[in-house]
């Protein structure tokens, strides 16, 4: 069984891996838990204290092995695994989802794609047939993917996911504007694009009243 | 001025309008902390300290009016700005991006599109041609947008930035798979799919560890 690790510490995993795969496509073997932190703008000692969770992997006076390191977080990431997802709603955001091959390299393999629009249904994206919602029970219980990427319409996202959990969906990457209220057992991921661009009106709306300021 | 807010809270201020909004659309005229809090999975405490960020807005054993919270908050958003931004890279992403009508309602409007794909340069996204990479200066010394979407290969994503930077774009929003490094006066928003697909993945097989231990 895995050590328990806090959800701040997997949170920032990720973006080791993002900078260990940056360091070993430009080279580089081998790094300090310094020049790390430099690159990351994180201190030295977040850093090992993060990689202690999984046991350390520095050794002292060398530094990190990029490329063993990024190996063992994908396998703490679990991203050799091959997990089968569908996506429901395949409007214009759906069939961009469907085109991405980040999928395949983060542990996921799409196998299914489901609207309820006749027009989209039959069409192919990547080789995967667009098919109807209403078989999608059929093809659950006969594929039983593990997770379930949503894109569709705000208005049905609850219904949506409650279908799919019952039908033994465990996972769900939403994509909708919709906030997914999910059950204990099921985990969810939301990327929420209204909710950046918020952030980021914000930020640039305050920026101009500082600066206004500082002109005064 | 506008009172200098803490980021976690300024984090918080979407979700609170996605919950208002949903609220006002089910007929809900007034909320109480309490159930506000019930809602959304966070304490009433901890509401009623973000709110009173902003100078508060509930009344006494009243609660909160939702359609003006929902304004009050729109307007500390700076939702209803018109900051005029451009998309960089109509790959599958771009154009599902340009289709998007989020940044409409969320203080943004998209006046131009651009690649650096002949095939693509000429054809219309909602209106919107788009336009060759190499005119985008001229284009930005016209218009002067405030933001730029960015939807590359990562491998240009920071030469890009750069470039942008220096022709005067303040702010960003990143759906490539690299990191941008800004300048300190420069504001990002990174949405990153493979960031989200690996913590739902670790969740995954976590959980399946788990399970698996439980069950011995």
Known sequence: MKKQVSASVINRLPRYFRYLGELMNSGVERISSKELS???????????????????????GYGYNVEYLYGEIATILGLNSRYKAILVGAGN????????????????????????????????????????????????????????????????????????????????????YAEISPDDDVVVENIHLSDSLMRLCYKISSKEDNSENTEE
């Open 93 to 176: 955001m759906g069939q961009a989802l469907a085109q991405n091959t980040t999928f395949e390299k983060r542990g996921f393999t799409l196998v299914g794609i489901f609207d309820t629009d006749p027009e989209k249904i039959g069409k192919e994206i990547k080789g995967i047939k667009i098919s109807d919602a209403k078989d999608i029970k059929e093809f659950i219980d006969k594929e039983t993917p593990t997770m379930a990427i949503i894109s569709t319409p705000r208005t049905v996202v609850n219904q949506v996911v409650r279908e799919l959990t019952d039908m033994g969906i465990k996972a769900f990457l939403n994509f909708s």
């Open 38 to 60: 430099k690159k990351m703008g994180v201190t030295a000692s977040q850093i090992r204290q993060d990689l202690n969770c999984f046991g350390g992997f520095g050794q002292q």
